[in-house]
Every structure is written in C-alpha cells, then in structure tokens.
C-alpha cells in the first residue's frame, strides 16, 4: 500500500541580506523557496531595506514569504540552509554580515524548542526587519503596538521593482 501525501503546512520564511547584490538575493530567495520539493510559495511580502540590527555591515534587504510545504520542520530547515549555502553563506562569526539569511519563523501551530530549531522564531517580535514584511503577509499576527515599539530600528520600504518581480 502506497504511503499517504504528508499534510501541506503554511510556514513563513524571514528573508535577509547584505553582501553582494542583496535585493537581487532576496528575489532569488523568493523563487528558490517555491522551487523546495513539496513546496509552493504562496505569498511574499514587499522588500524593507534596514539598518543593521543586533548586526554589522552595510543596510540589509529584508522580506518574509508564506509558502505551503510537505516538507517537516527539520526538512525545511536543511533547505533553508542549502539555498543559504548555495548563496554563498559563510558564519564567521554570531551577526556577521551575509549573502543570505532565511530563518523560519513559524511552521503552521508548532511549538519546538531544541538545540537545533525554535519555534516560533524566539526573536519575531522584536524585530522590525521581521515585523513589517510579515504584516505584509500575514496581518492578523502582528499586533500594532509591536510594529510602534520596533519602528525606531530604521526600516524603509523599498518602490515597487521595475521588473515586476517585487
């Protein structure tokens, strides 16, 4: 007897960069997301560009994307960190400045606190960078007040993109 489809879950994805081309990065991302086995993208927020935070370089170009998955929580994370690498990803160090960061914020109604994932994402909330894409995508989590007492971390949001990808 062939083995049931897993169960799709919706998981939302925090895109970052600030090495290189990083709004190019971050519209790769994008795609690279919709492309993971199981996977589909289903929503994307705009582009933020922000000042470093809790980080050093130069501004970062940040998004978050609400995909559809089969894949489980620890499988995403290993294709997280594989569209990470393929980047160019290095960690030198805690906060070094990167070609890409996609850390997973949520993963449907998931609680997991392990060594190697936590869910919900432990810092969502006091993040503007987080914040503002995610209302984006997903309004109804994030409360106003929040977004008031980030405001301050320098975030703007970037124009439309000229090649309708944004």
Do not use: C
């Amino acid at each position: 007897m062939a083995e049931s489809a897993r169960q799709s879950v919706t998981a939302y994805v925090a895109i970052g960069a600030n090495l290189g081309d990083a709004q190019q990065t971050v519209l790769h991302a994008f795609d690279a997301l919709a492309l993971l086995s199981s996977t589909q993208r289903m929503a994307r927020s705009k582009i933020y560009r922000t000042a470093p935070h809790e980080a050093q370089g130069p501004d970062f170009f940040n998004a978050v994307a609400r995909i559809d998955t089969g894949l489980t929580a620890p499988d995403l994370l290993d294709a997280l960190q594989a569209i990470e690498n393929q980047a160019g990803r290095l960690r030198p160090y805690v906060n070094a400045p990167r070609t890409l960061d996609l850390d997973l914020l949520f993963y449907g109604e998931a609680h997991v606190q392990s060594p190697r994932l936590n869910l919900p994402h432990p810092r969502w909330r006091d993040r503007a960078f987080v914040l503002f894409p995610l209302a984006d995508v997903w309004p109804e989590r994030v409360n106003p007040e929040d977004l008031m007492r980030v405001a301050g971390q320098g975030i703007e949001r970037l124009p439309e993109d000229p090649s309708g990808l944004a």
